[in-house]
């Protein structure tokens, strides 16, 4: 089992330089744990391809269709006044946007406070340095 951002999980969805890797990684471990709000962060990245034209009618249709089938079988940490809580103290101690504090906050509510447990798959250079930080071993 592994924590995954949502910058990890969008090359699954849509090809990048990295998908090749992710898609590995995801073979050798299917099972994904994120936050409950990663669904919204992907589904506002993917509009936001589609906006700039990165992803056609068809791509955006098959894109969503794959968001709802990894969705359907990853496990989500909730919004709770626990996750909020880390997530401002977090916010305190490394240079991180407020999503990416509660992604953090997740992956350490995911881990049982245990970062060392668990395999944190990121994409963001700033969210991967503070996951370190705390303790998680940052994929790839």
């Known amino acids: ?5 949502s910058s990890a ?3 699954l969805i849509v090809h990048e330089a990295v998908s090749e890797r992710q898609e590995s990684f995801l073979r050798i471990d299917p099972e ?11 589904t506002s990245a993917l509009n936001r391809l589609s906006r700039e034209g990165a992803l056609d009618s ?3 249709r098959r ?3 794959d968001v709802e089938t990894l969705a359907s079988a990853w496990l989500e940490i909730q919004a709770t006044e626990k996750l909020r809580n880390r997530a401002i103290r ?3 101690v490394h240079p991180l946007r407020a999503m990416d ?13 245990n970062p060392q ?6 994409s963001d250079t700033q969210l991967a340095e503070a996951a370190e930080k705390e303790g998680f071993m940052v994929l790839p």
């Open 32 to 42: 994904i744990v994120t936050w409950w709000g990663s669904k919204i962060e992907i």
């Open 63 to 65: 894109a969503f269709l």
């Open 90 to 92: 977090l916010l305190r």
């Open 1 to 5: 089992m592994k924590y995954w951002d």
């Open 9 to 11: 999980i969008i090359p």
């Open 101 to 113: 504090a509660i992604q953090l906050s997740a992956s350490l509510i995911a881990a049982d406070e």
């Open 117 to 122: 447990t668990l395999p944190f798959v990121c």
């Open 58 to 60: 068809i791509g955006i």
